[in-house]
């Protein structure tokens, strides 16, 4: 087949250099470089409009430690490029070079639009054919290929320095960036996008909120499956560019404008106090396995960005697959964790972001196979002086492995031992008390003997993955089919209790105890010693109907309706005056373990349990499901001077006599919250608080939370 790579250019170029890595825009033109240790000839394709045939095509003469390089002079910004690398085709053993496939710079600061399986829009793939790998296919896909955007970094960042919030202060709120403000009710300029969520900084201030965790923003790839059946990937988890953000959350008013709107959204919420966490994929990218469309790593280096395996006829034609996405990243090589750091970097120092939560971050951590808490990347990340000092949380799984409490010292993470016990014991499972126990306190047998603390463990009931808040008190069972998978997608293993009817109903006390649940879970949450993450839409009960695999559904299920925020002010105004009261009785915001010590020499240990009678809790008694513990606010500084608080947490369908403890110096106890009681006595403001006579006793009601404040 003739080729049709054949240099044309009337622009000056010189070698340039080989760092950085990526479109380097300078004064007098453009430095490009790119890794490639396997290939042969590296073609750099210029366009003047991504939809028509190059203006350019420049063979990079120059190749500095595996690092093709050139200089464009007179080139600017907005200009559009991609990559076309020769080399071997042998998909046996690793290599899938294809001149004939346009490659996006894995360091491509923004490009054109979304990415489709071009092999799939070209030529459908063919059973019959002698060669196995769509990839072969030849013929030339440049047109339609999403192309590169040359960015220039300069922006005005007004000042913005990071809020610098400690962990142990934080209240993170997961969220979808397009799904919190596409609703038609969200009544926003520019819905679903970077700058719509803006709109709704003050709504986040006034909830109490300080630090977004955003669902996947970098580009990602759209799955051709889902397009077929008419649906999206709409999370975000299939990245495809990896210092590209998100280019359908743009307003497009022009090519890379989502890279400065961006920064202006990073920019507003750190005005407002609001930390930044991005959900990023580094365990594998949007390329799938060998089936998959060939966009970039796979046509650059295949077997350097890649972990392959094969047979022995053909050792490296197949893809390890840790994931359960087709492929997994292969960070035993040098240059792959110099370019995940690179692109960690990037986001911190010119994109300003806080922190990042590491989607199947146990795949981070594999080296031949297993994970390892000394694996390179997590030593990388602890030498670097720039990722070292951020916010770093692993999502502590992958398809094979649970690391819960196994990752290092610098690392927080999602504590999902911490949600399976507290839905268990808040729809009343039997033998859930010790383990709570340990839960309320920050997990301290996951983080305890490690050099961590409480604020290690990230605490949520509720996530994007999973059913929302108000499904998780009203579906006993998936509802899924709306994904058209035949409800066999998501997990079945929800711990969820649709308290007597499946899914919606006109029953008063089943709405009621709904959300007397919805309220328990909240105290639950924003009570216990570590970071509290709640899922966005939660505070004013989003529902998704039951689905608990929302993946795929770009659509009212997953958008956040906003009239519910009448609807369910009650629940609304209940989660501000959790979160308000969190931060004021500062003991419940504690950096470190509870020790059932004396502290602070009042004669009161820092926590102390109880049963229904003062006695110590049958912890292994497997019908218990009450349990009570006191809190000395002396051992933490805040501005209410001297206190005490007293939680009961009855998840028992009876009613509880609880017996008070006696306090010392005069103070008395005051009930601050039951959950019980009707909106407005439910949580009563300070200085309203009801005295509890002195009759020893609290009535505690079926399946409740109660909170009193001895001063």
């Not at 994970?371 to 502590?396: M, Y």
């Not at 999973?466 to 899924?480: A, C, E, I, M, P």
């Not at 299920?557 to 009261?581: E, G």
Request: charged share 25%; proline share 4%; with cysteine.
């Amino acid at each position: 087949m003739e080729s049709r790579l054949i240099p044309k250019t009337d622009k000056e170029i010189s070698s340039g250099k080989h760092f950085p890595l990526g479109a380097t825009l300078c004064d007098s033109g453009v430095n490009f470089a790119i890794y490639s240790q396997h290939a042969s000839e590296v073609f750099l394709l210029l366009f003047d409009r991504p939809d028509k045939e190059p203006t350019d095509i420049i063979r990079l003469e120059t190749r500095t430690k595996y690092v093709w390089h050139t200089f464009v002079h007179g080139l600017g910004h907005g200009k559009f490029y991609g990559y076309k690398i020769r080399g071997d085709y042998n998909p046996a053993y690793g290599f899938r070079f294809n001149e004939s496939k346009l490659l996006i710079d894995p360091y491509a600061k923004a490009l054109t639009g979304k990415t489709r399986d071009i092999d799939n829009l070209l030529l459908p793939y063919d059973p019959n054919s002698p060669y196995k790998d769509l990839s072969l296919d030849m013929r030339d896909n440049t047109r339609i290929v999403p192309k590169a955007v040359i960015v220039d970094n300069s922006f005005d960042w007004q000042g913005d320095t990071s809020p610098g919030i400690p962990l142990e202060k934080l209240i993170i709120y997961e969220v979808h960036l397009k799904g919190f403000t596409a609703h038609r009710s969200s009544l926003v300029k520019n819905p679903g996008t970077y700058s719509g969520f803006i709109e709704k900084i003050p709504y986040l201030k006034d909830l109490g909120i300080n630090a977004v965790e955003f669902l996947p923003l970098q580009e990602f790839y759209v799955d051709d499956f889902l397009l077929d059946r008419g649906l999206t990937n709409y999370w975000g988890y299939n990245t495809i560019g990896f210092f590209a953000p998100e280019s359908s959350f743009g307003t497009n008013s022009f090519p890379g404008c989502q890279v400065n709107e961006f920064k202006t959204l990073v920019r507003e919420l750190h005005k407002a106090g609001i930390e930044v966490i991005m959900d990023v994929v580094y365990n594998h990218t949007g390329e799938g396995n060998e089936l998959g469309p060939t966009i970039s790593f796979k046509g650059i280096d295949n077997p350097t960005y890649y972990c392959l395996t094969g047979t022995p006829h053909e050792p490296y034609r197949y893809y390890m697959n840790y994931t359960g996405c087709g492929n997994s990243f292969n960070l035993s090589n040098t240059h792959v964790i110099r370019f995940v750091m690179d692109s960690l970097r990037y986001w911190v120092e010119k994109m300003h972001v806080d922190g990042f939560r590491f989607d199947l971050a146990s795949v981070l951590g594999r080296e031949e196979g297993m994970f390892q808490k000394s694996a390179s990347f997590f030593d990388a990340i602890s030498q670097d002086p720039v990722l070292n000092r951020i916010k770093l949380i692993a999502e502590p799984w992958d398809l094979g492995t649970y690391q819960v409490g196994n990752f290092p010292v610098d690392w927080c993470e999602w504590n999902g031992r911490f949600r399976d016990t507290m839905r268990k014991f808040g729809k009343g499972d039997a033998g859930q008390v010790r383990d709570m126990g340990a839960r309320l306190t920050g997990s301290a047998d996951l983080y305890g003997d490690d050099g961590r603390s409480a604020y290690n463990s990230i605490n949520f009931i509720t996530c994007h993955d999973g059913f929302t808040l108000y499904d998780l008190v009203s579906y006993n069972y998936k509802h899924n089919e709306a994904n058209l998978e035949n409800n066999c997608d998501g997990t079945n293993d929800n711990n969820s209790w649709n308290c007597g009817v499946e899914g919606e109903t006109e029953n008063g006390n089943i709405i009621s105890l709904r959300r007397q649940l919805v309220k328990n879970y909240v105290c639950h949450l924003l009570f216990s010693s570590g970071t509290p993450m709640i899922l966005g839409g939660d505070e004013f009960m989003r529902t998704q109907n039951g689905n608990n695999n929302a993946y795929c559904q770009d659509n009212d299920i997953s958008w956040f309706n906003w009239d519910y925020l009448n609807k369910n002010a009650d629940i609304l105004d209940f989660f501000k005056k959790v979160i308000t009261f969190t931060k004021k009785y500062t003991i419940l915001q504690r950096r470190k373990f509870f020790l059932g010590k004396d502290l602070d020499a009042d004669n009161i240990p820092d926590i102390s349990w109880f049963g229904k009678d003062l006695n110590k809790p049958s912890w292994d008694d497997p019908e218990l499901r009450t349990i009570c513990y006191q809190l000395d606010g002396g051992e933490e500084k805040s501005d209410v001077g001297d206190y005490h608080l007293f939680i009961i947490l009855n998840a028992d369908f009876n009613p509880q006599s609880i017996k008070i403890p006696i306090l010392n110096n005069g103070m008395k106890w005051y009930r601050a919250i039951d959950t019980s009681l009707k909106s407005g006595d439910d949580f009563l403001y300070a200085g309203r608080e009801i005295l509890i006579e002195p009759s020893d006793c609290y009535f505690a009601n079926a399946r409740s939370t109660v909170v009193l404040i001895g001063k």
